[in-house]
């Protein structure tokens, strides 16, 4: 069955500590996201990618960094630039050109220690 | 910039209707539609792609007006299923691949 896997399904992250989190799919989507979703606020794009070895900064990029080296992997470091990382990180992945839609992973729940 | 939606949550009963707007102060090119339940994946409703354009998803459709930049979400009937928290994202033109997610209007639907 396809979709999109995200680990761990929760994370803790100590005080000037860098955490990656993975996301992989399995649905030959070109198009990769992460976004970051906080209570009240919706889901805000952190990265996007369209293509392999390709990525573009979102609206709240500072204080993270992804790699796409595979079309199917697309993870996100957590830096300890990020001073509030406490969040639901979700990750999805669409396919083709222009207006597609975008198929979610079940999230990683972020906390600090 | 972020679409604004309202209302920021709706109680119902089952068997009522419901309306959520999705309104942009920049041009629509597209309105995406999706319904999140707690602790879940946001799952995709509907796209819409024209100005007038409308679609449904069972008993759940939506219409775009894009002289007015906004996007109407109608529930009807609902379920108890209906429940979740539903975002509008929108798209610009052409080859982007971004949307901006409004903030959500939560459903609550009771027996």
């Known amino acids: 069955d396809g979709g999109i896997t995200q680990s761990p399904k929760y994370l803790f992250r100590k005080e000037g500590q860098n955490v990656t989190l993975s996301c992989e799919q399995n649905l030959n989507h070109d198009a990769m996201y992460w976004y970051r979703q906080d209570p009240g606020q919706g889901l805000r794009l952190i990265y996007y990618?369209?293509?392999?070895?390709?990525?573009q900064k979102g609206d709240i990029a500072e204080g993270y960094s992804v790699s796409r080296e595979k079309k199917e992997s697309f993870p996100l470091t957590v830096t300890s630039a990020q001073k509030n990382p406490t969040a639901f990180y979700l990750c999805?992945?669409?396919?083709?050109?222009?207006?597609?839609?975008?198929?979610f992973g079940d999230g990683t729940r972020l906390s600090i220690l | 910039q972020q679409p604004v939606q309202s209302p920021q949550a709706v109680i119902l009963r089952e068997g009522e209707d419901a309306v959520i707007n999705c309104s942009s102060s920049?041009?629509?090119?597209?309105v995406h539609w999706y319904r999140q339940k707690h602790g879940e994946a946001p799952v995709f409703l509907m796209i819409l792609l024209k100005g007038g354009e409308q679609k449904g998803h069972e008993k759940i459709s939506a219409s775009f007006n894009e002289k007015k930049q906004q996007s109407s979400l109608y529930l009807t009937a609902s379920q108890l299923s209906y429940s979740g928290t539903y975002f509008c994202?929108?798209?610009?033109?052409?080859?982007?691949?971004?949307?901006?997610f409004g903030a959500g209007t939560t459903v609550t639907v009771r027996a």
């Open positions: 920049k041009a629509l090119y597209s």
């Open positions: 990618s369209q293509i392999v070895n390709d990525f």
């Open positions: 994202g929108t798209g610009p033109r052409g080859n982007d691949y971004k949307l901006s």
């Open positions: 999805a992945s669409s396919q083709g050109v222009g207006n597609q839609p975008q198929h």
